[in-house]
């Protein structure tokens, strides 16, 4: 596992990516497989999951039925006609810590930078395991330099890989959803916006300023991954956390957000959540699916958009 985090998929990464990958969540699976020949997406599918199967976490033990969950991966290799593939995988956001820090400068030396980013990252959390691996990307912003940075324990990411290796299936990339979606937005265009991507169990929050990331939130709708709550407490917790990270990056960055862009992760009753947060909201909101131009409705389009940025429009750029 020396090079384990080696293979998690930076967010500006300029590494070739599979042509095929998979999102796992609690509620469902999902997958889509791009031809990069015919330049089009041939196979995809959305899988529900039984409750309970994957009990998302940064420092537990996830996956609770395996043989349930090898099974469906199974079925949705069959139906994306993969047999010893490299694939990319989105896994459940719960995974991960993502932090966004920035610097005056950072010395060239990569050695002397993750020095720096570690004792950054020590700073924001009370322990870390010590399986736990970190990645990062520089970039570089009117003299100063931000560093987008996504921790994983490697005991964790091993339980995800083991399923998918035992279908032979070779993960080439471990990425985080929110992130993903950066690449549906129109950066030139867009250039102070929030991005959220919401799923049953826990809301994640990007802010872009000037076409950059600025700030990743994540929270989760309760602690307690048995417990359930209804849609008008979701609605109300997305509410406060939109507003609060809106007035946090005005405050700081003396940016006005002017638009919210919010994928949906939800096999049901997604139309009421989206009313909800229209009705609630006061900075207008539209859902990032709709920019996408792909053959599929606009239900298969809400579900797979996070497997779409992270494959599809990398493979186009190629």
């Known amino acids: 596992m020396a090079n384990f985090f080696d293979r998690i998929a930076?967010?500006?990464s300029q590494l070739p990516l599979p042509h095929a990958a998979f999102q796992l969540t609690t509620r469902y699976l999902s997958g889509i497989h791009y031809s990069p020949k015919e330049r089009k997406l041939k196979y995809h599918f959305i899988l529900p999951l039984k409750s309970g199967v994957?009990?998302?976490?940064?420092?537990?033990?996830?996956?609770?039925?395996p043989l349930y969950l090898k099974e469906k991966i199974s079925e949705g290799a069959r139906k994306m006609h993969l047999t010893k593939s490299a694939v990319?995988?989105?896994?459940?956001?719960?995974?991960?810590?993502?932090?966004v820090f920035s610097f005056d400068s950072l010395p060239p030396s990569l050695k002397e930078r993750e020095e720096i980013i570690r004792w950054r990252v020590k700073k924001q959390t009370s322990s870390l395991p010590d399986d736990v691996r970190f990645s990062f990307d520089v970039t570089k912003e009117n003299k100063r330099e931000k560093a987008l940075v996504s921790l994983a324990r490697a005991s964790v990411i091993r339980e995800y890989e083991d399923l998918f290796r035992e279908l032979r299936l070779r993960v080439k990339t471990?990425?985080?959803?929110t992130l993903s979606l950066f690449n549906l937005i129109n950066w030139e265009k867009e250039k102070d916006v929030l991005v959220s991507n919401i799923e049953e169990d826990h809301i994640g929050l990007m802010a872009i300023i000037n076409s950059e990331i600025a700030l990743y939130r994540l929270k989760p709708f309760v602690l307690d991954p048995h417990s359930q709550m209804p849609a008008s407490q979701k609605i109300e917790n997305v509410v406060k956390e939109v507003e609060n990270t809106v007035n946090f990056i005005e405050d700081r960055e003396k940016k006005k957000i002017n638009f919210l862009w919010l994928r949906l992760g939800f096999l049901e009753?997604?139309?009421?959540?989206?009313?909800g947060l229209r009705e609630k909201l006061s900075l207008p909101l539209g859902q990032i699916e709709s920019a996408l131009t792909l053959e599929l409705n606009l239900?298969?389009?809400?579900m797979l958009s996070p497997l779409i940025g992270q494959i599809l429009w990398k493979n186009q750029k190629d």
Request: hydrophobic letters at 40%; aromatic letters at 14%; one cysteine or more.
């Open 299 to 302: 239900k298969e389009k809400q």
């Open 269 to 275: 009753r997604e139309s009421e959540m989206f009313t």
């Open 10 to 12: 930076n967010f500006f």
């Open 54 to 65: 994957v009990e998302p976490s940064f420092d537990k033990k996830n996956i609770k039925d």
């Open 174 to 177: 471990i990425a985080v959803p």
């Open 88 to 99: 990319a995988t989105l896994i459940p956001e719960l995974c991960f810590k993502v932090f």
